[in-house]
């Protein structure tokens, strides 16, 4: 199995600033990577897919980027929505995993 | 428009069986391309993927619950059906069903609201 494990557990910011997040993957993943945003009470949303293509709907401030082992998510510059928990998925073996998760949260 | 809707009990014993619907629209679940999957969360814990079924009937499992799980679907009303047996506390969570196709990104996309499933005596 596949241990995808992301940086840090929580991250402090204020709004304006940039989010950098990571997950990293016990093994190689190639590019199937996804992120997901889940806020309090809600259903997870497909931000990022395929390393660093945008979902449907998801602002040009979110980016994806890196392959292999090492991911990262990029939040250019916070808005006061996007503070939430961030989950990585991959699917590249089976059984299918998520990571932690890190939470995003106002300094 | 996507949309998916779990149900089922909010409350078992253990030794129970949990037995969780999920009725969507939008889509239809008679393609290969096409699938829904099952994913739970605990309380203030981490995402566990549990099943995925395909149209074509293709069914995959998480090997740690694969003993326990069944994953079904009717296609002509639009449900896939999840079936835990003996409950435990440890399942105590919140269940997500999710969209699957494989011709967009590939991923679980879009989630239902999920159902929170308390196992306790």
């Known amino acids: 199995e596949i241990v995808l494990t992301q940086s840090p557990a929580t991250l402090s910011l204020s709004p304006g600033e940039r989010a950098t997040l990571s997950c990293r993957a016990s093994q190689s993943v190639g590019n199937y990577l996804a992120w997901y945003q889940q806020k309090p009470g809600q259903a997870p949303r497909l931000l990022i897919y395929g390393t660093s293509n945008r979902a449907t709907g998801i602002p040009a401030r979110f980016s994806g980027s890196g392959s292999g082992t090492e991911f990262t998510l990029t939040i250019s510059s916070l808005e006061p929505e996007d503070f939430a928990v961030y989950h990585c998925?991959?699917?590249?073996?089976?059984?299918?995993?998520f990571g932690q998760g890190t939470r995003l949260e106002i300094k | 428009q996507i949309t998916l809707k779990e149900s089922g009990p909010t409350l078992v014993k253990p030794t129970q069986t949990l037995t969780l619907t999920c009725t969507f629209s939008g889509f239809s679940l008679s393609t290969s391309r096409v699938g829904v999957g099952w994913i739970r969360q605990p309380p203030g814990k981490a995402l566990e993927w549990l099943a995925l079924i395909y149209g074509h009937d293709f069914r995959y499992y998480s090997p740690s619950l694969e003993s326990r799980l069944t994953i079904t679907k009717d296609t002509s009303k639009n449900q896939v059906v999840l079936m835990l047996t003996n409950m435990d506390p440890v399942d105590t969570a919140t269940y997500y069903c999710?969209?699957?196709?494989?011709?967009?990104?590939?991923?679980?996309?879009?989630w239902g609201q999920g159902t929170l499933v308390t196992v306790s005596s």
């Open positions: 999710a969209h699957r196709d494989t011709s967009d990104s590939n991923y679980f996309d879009p």
């Open positions: 998925h991959q699917r590249s073996n089976w059984p299918i995993t």
